[in-house]
């Protein structure tokens, strides 16, 4: 079964740190461009950050300088480290891989493949 699993979501106070995690199985990611999304309370879902599978990477402003997205194909997983948090980065966070073009070593927020089941990060005010 092909699957996307996060993990590592949780309450944290402002200035904090948070990684998720997005563990693949029936797939290996290295195949794929991963992004990361989140759907903040009564918003619509937005990208966050992607990793392509060549290793380019991309951030939204909001989050540039702050949180930090890799890859381990040895263990098949994507990992976006988040820091300096606010309570405006409040949400679920999902993962979602796309087969990777052959023509564009870039990775885009649109045409997902699979997506995960969803981490909640919590940043109170």
């Known amino acids: 079964q092909l699957q996307l699993v996060e993990s590592g979501g949780g309450l944290v106070q402002p200035g904090g740190s948070l990684r998720l995690s997005c563990a693949a199985s029936g797939f290996f990611l290295d195949s794929y461009d991963i992004g990361w999304f989140r759907q903040a309370p009564g918003k619509e879902r937005e990208g966050v950050s992607c990793i392509s599978r060549r290793d380019f990477v991309h951030y939204v402003i909001s989050v540039k300088g702050r949180f930090t997205i890799s890859r381990d194909n040895a263990k098949n997983t994507v990992y976006l480290q988040m820091n300096s948090l606010k309570p405006e980065d409040t949400g679920v966070y999902y993962c979602?891989?796309?087969?990777?073009?052959?023509?564009?070593?870039?990775?885009?927020?649109?045409?997902?493949?699979?997506w995960g089941k969803g981490a909640l990060v919590t940043v109170p005010s």
């Open positions: 979602a891989a796309k087969r990777a073009s052959s023509r564009s070593p870039f990775c885009e927020y649109y045409g997902m493949d699979y």
